[in-house]
């Protein structure tokens, strides 16, 4: 049997009927941490882009009464983007 260790190195264990098996739950784990990374990755341009519209629409748009209660508002965003997971 073939496993791979926290390192990463392929170790055989002397059980060849197995081998196949073992990798390919190895490797479907892996296709799946690679497409939950990507789809993380869309979301954060995502919430980039929605910050980034309204930083130029709401605060440098905004009366300057306004302005310091937008740059709050987008800076709590901003936070809550960062801290999360």
Known sequence: MLLVDEAGRTVHTGEPRRRTHVLVRVGIKGVLLTQISAAQATLDKVALGL???????????????????KTDELMAAGGRLMHRG
């Open 51 to 69: 910050l980034d519209d309204h930083a130029h629409h709401c605060v440098i748009g905004a009366e300057d009464s306004d302005r310091d209660a």
